[in-house]
Each structure stands twice: as C-alpha cells, then as structure tokens.
C-alpha cells in the first residue's frame, strides 16, 4: 500500500513538474492588429473576429489590411443514382493592401472533404464544425505569416 502511495506521489511530481506554455500567446509575438476593412459577410466576420483577438495590443507594430474570403462546398464522388457521397470544402481568405501596399498580398487555402449524410440536419451541423476547424487552421497560418513580418 506504501508502495502504491509512493508512486502516485512520484508520477504526480513528475506530471506536475512538466512546463505547458501555449505555442500562440499573444505575449510572444511582435504585433498588434490596427484596422481591418472586410465586407460584411458571416465568414469574413469571423474571420475578423478570430484575427482581432490576435496580437499583442502593447505593440508598437501595428498591421492594417483587407480581409476577402469564400467558402465553397462542391460534390467529390456520386453513387450510381447520382446523389452525392462525399463533398469538398474550400475556404480561401485574401489578405490585401497589408500596411497600406498593395503588391503585399497572402491567400490561405485550407480543404477537407467529408462524406454525406442522411439526415440533413447532422450534414449542416457537421459542415458548421469542419468550417469552425477550417477558420482555426487558416488563423494559425496567418500568425505565422504575420510573426515573419
């Protein structure tokens, strides 16, 4: 029973020990996001949202530019009676006129494909969740571009 007690106090001592630091603090990076233009759209919102939330608001670097993106959902593979089986998402994000120059120009393009479902309610809630994951992926890319500005 010592034993036991002695070993769970060690694993814990150890696990305790380990240093979690996040990858993406915004304490650690070089520069805060100033304005950004986009058009009104429920993706460029989010986009915005996501990318405001970035930064370190301390920073003297302040990055101002234009956000465009899309979202586009095609059919990948039909079955023999032509309903579709698996489907493509694309989101694209455009940063534009970064700092104010218009030859600085990034796109992001981030894809996953995933299989239909019979009820379209899932289907729809499903999409929801791979765009969420999509708009995650693209933000951490637009850090690293960002970071190496």
């Given at each position: 029973?010592?034993?036991?007690?002695?070993?769970?106090?060690?694993?814990?001592?150890?696990?305790?020990?380990?240093?979690?630091k996040?990858?993406?603090?915004?304490?650690?990076?070089?520069?805060?996001?100033?304005?950004?233009?986009?058009?009104?759209?429920?993706?460029?919102?989010?986009?915005?949202?996501?990318?405001?939330?970035?930064?370190?608001?301390?920073?003297?670097?302040?990055?101002?530019?234009?956000?465009?993106?899309?979202?586009?959902?095609?059919?990948?593979?039909?079955?023999?009676k032509?309903?579709?089986?698996?489907?493509e998402?694309?989101?694209?994000?455009?940063?534009?006129?970064?700092?104010?120059?218009?030859?600085?120009?990034?796109?992001?393009?981030k894809?996953?494909?995933f299989?239909?479902?019979?009820?379209?309610?899932?289907?729809?809630?499903?999409?929801?969740?791979?765009?969420?994951?999509?708009?995650?992926n693209?933000t951490?890319?637009?850090i690293?571009?960002?970071?190496?500005?």
């Amino acid at each position: 029973m010592i034993k036991k007690i002695f070993f769970f106090l060690l694993i814990i001592m150890f696990l305790s020990n380990c240093g979690y630091k996040p990858i993406y603090s915004s304490k650690n990076l070089n520069f805060a996001i100033g304005n950004i233009k986009k058009n009104n759209t429920a993706l460029n919102n989010e986009f915005a949202k996501k990318i405001y939330s970035l930064g370190n608001k301390e920073n003297s670097n302040k990055i101002n530019f234009e956000i465009e993106s899309s979202k586009a959902v095609t059919i990948k593979s039909k079955n023999a009676k032509g309903d579709a089986l698996v489907f493509e998402m694309q989101i694209i994000l455009k940063v534009l006129n970064l700092n104010g120059d218009k030859n600085k120009n990034q796109t992001f393009i981030k894809k996953i494909t995933f299989k239909n479902s019979d009820d379209k309610f899932k289907l729809k809630q499903y999409e929801r969740e791979l765009e969420k994951i999509l708009i995650n992926n693209i933000t951490k890319d637009l850090i690293n571009f960002f970071s190496k500005i």
